[in-house]
């Protein structure tokens, strides 16, 4: 039965008669007529694609801001509450505007303007980072406030168009919050898995910018002259399964720091020996007695590299990116008196440990500061430096913004001339990363070389790589010597050998590092 006319009053109506919103008709069966304008699944296909594009921008965000802000948990923290607000915030006005204006004629504008927000997002981050980080900050939080606040009022605008009728209130309202939370999971997924890997973060945005701005139009101009019959296709995704925590399961940590699960395992073949655990991997080996025994190989290759490239006995200034065990800093003084290293390192609680349970002493001459290493290189004089170390890479995940050429760029302003920076990598199967990298190396820098373990360079296996460049020339040939003294086996490779290994490798930018992607973080079996 079809309700009555507006106008009707509930005692004007048979007592069988559903109460609809004034205005609305019912159509054949009983089932709500689509609102002017409107239809269920057009609603649904924008409630889907605004709660994905949502969660594309806060993603994205987190990655445009990184060179500028640093990549820590606090910056984190800082854009998913920026994004949250402005869910909250566009919810909530979205709702008010939805009962004082007409939906159908605000919908398109909504996407519209988010898709313009959305397209001048990596220009106008840009423009504030070449000024300053705090700016760059504050930039992009309002370039990911004022889309995400746009784009969360389409589902109040769209339910209220889709509310025909009071007694589905909550089927319209359950269905279109379903659809957003998995327009949501599928944002995430095709970012992390998908978009980041195949184009630069500043295309996705202004890709995104545009599919919303053309959407808007067509949303615009089909609200103003909609006809029954019209439909358009629903692209739905499918998602399911939750994974249950073991909260009571032993951590198997000594320390839960801000960043690692951490833990310093005793060598009981050495009496002073310790291994620096960070989740479950074996970061640093340091001897208590003796900070010139180097366990690790690629430490040892390190080591190595700074024994043949200077004067034997000559004090260096370095600078490390990244802390570990503080193995090479100690080194360094141990062998080089008067040696002075500024250490940058983003864990506080790692400097806890290394200074409580490894006995590392921290002063004049070994400063170390709690900061992104990005942004600490900042601080970080032109041509103070002798050596550069890089030791922040992981074999599970790797701080993509100190991979990139703009970051190498900042690592040869700091440098004198003749200075070296030197890098450890871990990386499995087909290598892309450490090609990756290596290929940004060369990209930056006049001479690089790389050592690697045997058969590393013929695809019998990955690991542990240290990088070497300079814009000098340096004695790649004595390094390896230095490195089959210590008995690891590695071996330097340098010149066509090395391009060849390196291949059609991309340069990685502040715009365009899949580190995440390229990276394969545990061995292959076969």
């Not at 927000?117 to 370039?143: E, K, N, Y």
Request: charged share 20%; net charge negative; proline share 5%.
């Amino acid at each position: 039965m079809t309700a009555h006319a507006s106008g009707t009053t509930g005692r004007d109506r048979p007592s069988d008669t559903r109460a609809t919103p004034t205005g609305a008709a019912r159509g054949e069966g009983g089932e709500p007529a689509p609102a002017p304008g409107i239809g269920p699944r057009t609603g649904a296909v924008l409630v889907f694609g605004s709660s994905a594009a949502v969660l594309v921008v806060e993603l994205v965000a987190l990655r445009l801001l990184a060179p500028y802000v640093g990549l820590t948990l606090e910056m984190n923290t800082m854009v998913i509450g920026i994004a949250l607000t402005a869910i909250a915030l566009g919810a909530w006005a979205g709702g008010r505007a939805a009962d004082v204006m007409a939906p159908r004629r605000t919908l398109g504008p909504l996407l519209g303007l988010s898709g313009v927000a959305v397209a001048l997002t990596p220009s106008a981050v840009r423009l504030a980072g070449a000024a300053d980080g705090a700016m760059a900050l504050f930039v992009g939080g309002c370039c990911l406030f004022v889309p995400a606040a746009l784009l969360t009022a389409v589902t109040p605008m769209v339910t209220k168009l889709l509310l025909v009728d009071l007694e589905v209130t909550g089927t319209v309202v359950g269905r279109l919050s379903g659809v957003g939370t998995a327009g949501g999971i599928a944002g995430t997924v095709l970012t992390g898995f998908v978009l980041v890997s195949v184009v630069p973060v500043s295309v996705i945005l202004m890709g995104l910018g545009v599919v919303l701005l053309l959407a808007g139009v067509l949303v615009d101009a089909s609200t103003r002259d909609w006809r029954r019959g019209r439909r358009m296709l629903l692209a739905g995704v499918a998602v399911g399964g939750s994974v249950a925590g073991g909260a009571a399961v032993p951590s198997g940590c000594d320390v839960e720091t801000r960043y690692h699960c951490a833990a310093v395992e005793e060598d009981p073949e050495r009496d002073g020996g310790r291994t620096l655990v960070l989740d479950g991997l074996r970061h640093s080996y340091v001897d208590l007695d003796d900070p010139e025994h180097l366990e690790f190989a690629y430490v040892q290759a390190i080591a190595s590299l700074i024994d043949t490239a200077y004067p034997a006995g000559e004090a260096l200034d370095a600078y490390h990116l990244g802390a570990g065990g503080l193995s090479v800093p100690t080194y360094l003084d141990a062998v080089r008196p008067g040696s002075t290293s500024v250490v940058s390192e983003i864990d506080p609680g790692v400097i806890e440990i290394d200074r409580e349970r490894l006995g590392v002493a921290t002063g004049e001459r070994l400063q170390v500061r709690v900061e992104d290493a990005r942004l600490g290189l900042r601080r970080i004089a032109d041509d103070s430096r002798d050596l550069v170390v890089g030791d922040a890479f992981g074999g599970v995940s790797v701080p993509w913004h100190l991979t990139t050429r703009e970051a190498l760029a900042d690592i040869g302003r700091v440098l004198r001339p003749g200075g070296l920076y030197t890098v450890n990598m871990i990386d499995h199967g087909e290598l892309a990363f450490v090609r990756a990298a290596v290929r940004t190396l060369d990209a930056e820098f006049e001479h690089v070389a790389v050592a690697g373990r045997p058969g590393a360079f013929e695809g019998e296996g990955g690991g542990n790589f240290v990088a070497t460049a300079s814009d000098t020339p340096f004695d790649a040939e004595a390094w390896g010597e230095r490195v089959a003294e210590r008995g690891s086996g590695w071996r330097v490779v340098e010149g066509a050998a090395l391009a060849e290994w390196i291949g059609e490798a991309r340069v990685l930018t502040d715009d365009f590092a899949p580190v995440d992607q390229l990276l394969t973080p545990h061995p292959q079996r076969r």
